[in-house]
């Protein structure tokens, strides 16, 4: 029984995980339709590559955040993350201030030698770059770096990270039947009661609060008789 609660109870963190992360895509898309046809995308995606379906939201809100094609460089980014070792966070926050600011703005893609490449394949310094520019060279660079997810995903560490994707889908699909609705309400409900019933319930706190305070000190006190009453013992010579 306390297994199978446990489980009910994990597959209804999931799914609020999920609606979370889709409430977030909504307000960056505009459309509740759109945001979970693209979190089922993103989910899809968390099962064949080594990042989890969190970061890879977080990725793909950090970009549309500063106004990048999320679709379409957010394949990049996972494998620029995968390549050069850098959290998929950073990765994402690296490009996207990058295409908001240019070269100006890209100083972990300077450290992590993405500019230099840039530079040595065009033979133009990357700050003298107009921002349109240096966005299309950026994606093409990026190119260099395909397949780094792929063959992350292929350790064992990535298979892990399939795996607790592919769980965590199912976990969903679990509390979607109907299972999930029905928390949700019977949440609601007890929320209302305790709204409605706020001095009852106040009351009994208090009163449960005076009867703990009680028992404590009667406990407290017969520990000390006790302790007063206990025999002397005869020493050992």
Do not use: C
Request: glycine content about 8%; aromatic content about 6%.
């Amino acid at each position: 029984s306390t297994r199978k609660e446990s489980s009910a109870a994990s597959d209804v963190y999931k799914r609020q995980q999920f609606e979370t992360l889709s409430t977030r895509l909504t307000t960056l898309m505009g459309s509740a339709e759109d945001a979970r046809d693209r979190m089922q995308e993103l989910a899809n995606i968390g099962k064949t590559t080594p990042f989890e379906l969190p970061g890879i939201v977080e990725a793909e809100a950090s970009l549309r955040g500063f106004g990048v094609d999320a679709e379409k460089v957010l394949p990049k980014v996972l494998d620029l993350s995968a390549a050069l070792g850098l959290e998929l966070s950073d990765a994402a926050g690296a490009v996207g201030r990058a295409f908001a600011g240019g070269a100006g703005a890209a100083d972990v893609l300077r450290e992590r030698g993405v500019l230099a490449a840039i530079e040595l394949r065009t033979g133009i310094k990357a700050t003298n770059m107009e921002i349109g520019q240096f966005r299309e060279e950026l994606l093409t660079t990026l190119e260099e770096y395909k397949g780094g997810s792929a063959r992350l995903a292929a350790t064992l560490n990535g298979q892990v990270s399939n795996l607790k994707d592919s769980w965590g889908d199912f976990q969903r699909q679990v509390a979607d039947a109907s299972f999930y609705d029905a928390s949700k309400a019977a949440i609601t409900e007890i929320n209302r009661l305790l709204i409605e019933n706020e001095e009852t319930i106040a009351a009994i706190a208090q009163n449960t609060g005076v009867w703990l305070k009680g028992s404590l000190m009667f406990a407290v006190q017969t520990l000390s008789l006790i302790h007063i009453s206990e025999p002397t013992r005869p020493r050992l010579i």
